[in-house]
């Protein structure tokens, strides 16, 4: 069982940034692959960004070129770096680690991008 806690959300205005962390619990974080996704009032979680064991990395259409994925495995913690954000990037942002056929979700953390 992983525990994932995520942090760093909250208000921010149009055109400004955010950081996101997740630490995870446990001595196999470097074997997972972690994800972070998001969920809009209304709608379905969706997959923000990933970031294998290896290092390589994806992301959605819709924030690429703002967003940046990345883990550091000394710290067992994957961040979500967010700049130029959106009224539309409001969500409650979840981290997921991966392996095999396991799956852990983190409680989520609000994004609120408003003036």
């Known amino acids: 069982q992983v525990q994932l806690v995520e942090s760093g959300g909250g208000l921010v205005q149009p055109g400004g940034s955010l950081r996101l962390s997740c630490a995870a619990s446990g001595s196999l974080f470097r074997f997972y692959d972690m994800s972070w996704y998001r969920q809009a009032p209304g709608k379905q979680r969706e997959l923000v960004a990933v970031?294998?064991?290896?290092?390589?990395?994806n992301y959605a259409d819709s924030v690429k070129g703002r967003f940046t994925i990345s883990r550091d495995n000394a710290k067992n913690t994957v961040y979500l770096q967010m700049n130029s954000l959106k009224p539309e990037d409001t969500a409650v942002y979840y981290c997921?680690?991966?392996?095999?056929?396991?799956?852990?979700w983190g409680q989520g953390t609000q994004v609120t991008v408003s003036s």
């Open positions: 970031i294998t064991t290896g290092g390589s990395t």
């Open positions: 997921k680690s991966s392996i095999y056929q396991a799956n852990y």
